[in-house]
C-alpha cells in the first residue's frame, strides 16, 4: 500500500469542498490604516482579514469593559445573578469619574440598568458595581484577578486586567486579536443579550440627559453595524470594538490608537465598507463530485469514484484571481469490500497567494464488494508476475 496524492488547480474543482480555517495577514490586500493596531474577522468562514499588530498588549480603555459584560452574562446563564437582582453601590464605585451612569450609595440599581449603563453610556461606575458584585471577595480587585484568569482560559493570552472598566492602569492591557475573540464569544454565545449594544441611548432616574446617547458612531448609519464599545483614553488614543451583519455575513473589527473621535469613526465606517466589498462568498467545492478513481485490490470492480463528502463556501478576494490548488490524498489501493460513504482520504484546498486553506474527508462514492474466485486468483498471479519482474521471487530449485 502507499499513500497517493493529486495535485491540480482548482479550475475543475471550482465547483469542488473543504472545511475551512484560515487567516490573512497585516495589510495583506493592501489596507492600509491609520490605526496603530487593527484586527479584522469573518464569523462564517473564519478568516482573519485584517491583523495589524493584533497581538500587541495596550491600553484598551473602555473597550475592555467588554469582559465586564462577559462575565456578567455568564453569571446571568449560570443563574448566579437574574436581570432584576439589585446590588448595592459602594464609596469605591461612586468615586470614579469620566463617563457614568451618577449612580450614588442610596442606589440600589438592578442587574439590567447596569449591564446598559456601561453597554450605553460607558459608566464607569456601573463596571464597577457590576465587578464587585461577582466578585467573590466583594472587590473591584478580586474581580479583576477573576477577568484575568477567565481571559487565559479563553485563550485571550495577551490581555491582563487591573480593574472593571479600563481605567488608566500599569499592566492592564488587552491585544485587538483578544478584544476580537471577546466580541466573538459575546455575538455568538449571548444572542439574548446582544440587543443591548444596538440601544442608543439610556438615562438613570433622568440624572444625566446629556451623557444618554450610545457612543458607537456607526449605528444609524445604514451598514448594518450593531455594536460593540468604544474606547479612548489619552495613552490609548481612540478605539472601537464593531460588529456588522450583511446579509447573511457578519464582520468584527477592532481598532485602536485613532487621534480623534472623528476619526475613528471614519476608519471604522472604511474599514467595514472594506470587508464586505472586496471579499466574497464563492462555492469553491460541492459535495459528491468526483475527483479521482481509486484502485480497488480484490474488488468486483477495479475502481471506484471518490469524492468529497460536503460542500464549503469559501471567503476569497472579489478582485483578485484566488489560485486555489487542491491536494487530494488517499490510501491506494483501497482493500475491498468498501462501501459508499467510507472516510479514504483527504481534500486539503490552498488559496496560495494569502495562504486560505480548509480541509474536507473524501468518502467512497459506490458499494464495492470483494470480487469473486477469479478475482482473488488474477490477483494473486498478478502479484507473482509483479514479484518475478522485480526478482523478488524465489529461484527453482535445481
Known amino acids: 500500500m502507499q499513500i497517493a496524492t493529486l495535485t491540480k488547480p482548482v479550475a475543475t474543482l471550482l465547483a469542488a469542498g473543504c472545511f475551512f480555517v484560515s487567516s490573512l495577514m497585516a495589510n495583506a490586500q493592501g489596507y492600509e490604516t491609520q490605526a496603530r493596531a487593527a484586527y479584522v474577522y469573518d464569523h462564517a468562514s473564519g478568516q482573519v482579514l485584517l491583523a495589524l499588530n493584533a497581538d500587541e498588549a495596550l491600553p484598551p480603555a473602555s473597550m475592555s469593559k ?69 466578585s467573590p471577595d466583594g472587590t473591584e480587585e478580586g474581580f479583576a484577578t477573576m477577568m484575568t484568569q477567565r481571559a487565559q482560559q479563553l485563550g485571550m493570552m495577551n490581555s491582563t486586567f487591573r480593574n472593571a472598566s479600563g481605567w488608566p492602569a500599569d499592566g492592564h492591557a488587552m491585544s485587538m486579536r483578544d478584544l476580537g475573540i471577546l466580541a466573538q464569544r459575546l455575538i455568538e454565545e449571548f444572542p439574548e443579550y446582544y440587543g443591548y449594544f444596538v440601544e442608543t441611548e439610556f438615562d438613570y432616574e433622568d440624572r444625566s440627559p446629556a451623557n444618554r446617547f450610545n457612543r458607537n458612531p456607526l449605528l444609524g448609519l445604514g451598514i448594518g453595524a450593531d455594536g460593540l464599545k468604544t474606547g479612548h483614553t489619552q495613552e490609548a488614543g481612540f478605539g472601537l470594538v464593531g460588529s456588522a451583519m450583511q446579509g447573511d455575513r457578519r464582520v468584527t473589527f477592532v481598532i485602536t490608537g ?71 490524498t488517499y490510501t491506494s489501493p483501497l482493500q475491498a469490500p468498501v462501501s459508499a460513504g467510507d472516510v479514504v482520504g ?21 458499494d464495492v464488494p470483494r470480487g469473486g474466485p477469479m478475482v482473488r486468483v488474477g490477483a494473486a498471479w498478478s502479484s507473482v508476475i509483479g514479484l518475478v519482474s522485480r526478482g523478488e521471487a524465489d529461484a527453482p530449485p535445481s
Open 66 to 134: 467588554l469582559m465586564t459584560l462577559l462575565m456578567a452574562f455568564e453569571a446571568l446563564r449560570d443563574g448566579r445573578l437574574t436581570l432584576e437582582t439589585r446590588v448595592p453601590v459602594s464609596e469605591h464605585a461612586m468615586s470614579f469619574g469620566g463617563s457614568t451612569m451618577f449612580l450614588n450609595t442610596q442606589d440600589r440599581p438592578t442587574i439590567e440598568e447596569l449591564i446598559r449603563g456601561v453597554v450605553i453610556v460607558s459608566g464607569n461606575d456601573a463596571s464597577v458595581v457590576l465587578g464587585e458584585a461577582l
Open 258 to 328: 485613532l487621534d480623534s473621535a472623528d476619526a475613528r469613526a471614519a476608519e471604522a465606517e472604511r474599514l467595514v465598507t472594506w470587508a464586505f466589498r472586496q471579499f466574497v462568498m464563492r462555492d469553491v467545492v460541492e459535495p459528491g463530485v468526483e475527483l479521482a478513481r481509486a484502485p480497488v485490490f480484490l474488488g468486483s470492480q477495479e475502481t471506484v469514484g471518490l469524492a468529497p463528502s460536503e460542500g464549503i463556501e469559501m471567503l476569497l478576494p472579489a478582485l483578485l484571481d484566488p489560485e486555489i490548488e487542491a491536494n487530494l
Open 346 to 366: 483527504e481534500l486539503h484546498v490552498v488559496q496560495t497567494v494569502h495562504g486560505f486553506e480548509a480541509r474536507v474527508p473524501v468518502v467512497v462514492m459506490d
